[in-house]
């Protein structure tokens, strides 16, 4: 069992995040953490394609943090479920409700593992329900819509 409880870590890393607190999220994060995203990203800052597996570092996940709140104004973001992986990971399921600056509405699911060290996150997997979220924006149709499409084929 880890000396410090890794659930705990995350919980508070939520809760600093939805305070808009940076100074406490650096508490939780490493000075460099390795990020696996589960699909193709791309940098929203730069427009870069930064691929499936990137490092970065505390400076450049504030300029993003401030870049995600300039977007959404308001965003809160709820544990739903978190289990313990081994000694050293945190598997987290939660649910975000976002409000753009436009005044759109967005709730997104998402899941995460953490690997934690030295009571730091120092590693990332996360995948969100991306589809969802660009349907409720706007830019890409319903599901149902994209399903005809898809007999059409």
Excluded: C
């Amino acid at each position: 069992m880890p000396a410090v409880d890794n659930r705990e870590i995350i919980r508070r890393a939520v809760e600093a995040f939805n305070s808009q607190n940076m100074e406490a999220m650096s508490e939780f994060y490493a000075s460099t953490v390795v990020g696996h995203s589960m699909y193709d990203a791309v940098d929203p800052l730069t427009g870069e394609k930064v691929g499936y597996d990137n490092e970065f570092s505390q400076e450049e996940a504030e300029k993003f943090v401030a870049f995600e709140r300039e977007m959404f104004p308001e965003a809160h973001t709820t544990i739903d479920e978190m289990f313990e992986i081994g000694d050293d990971k945190v598997l987290t399921i939660s649910t975000t409700t976002q409000t753009h600056k436009s005044g759109k509405k967005v709730t997104s699911k998402g899941m995460g593992i953490d690997r934690i060290a030295d009571g730091k996150i120092v590693e990332t997997w996360y995948s969100w329900d991306r589809l969802g979220y660009y349907q409720q924006m706007g830019l890409v149709p319903p599901t149902i819509e994209l399903v005809a499409k898809l007999r059409e084929l």
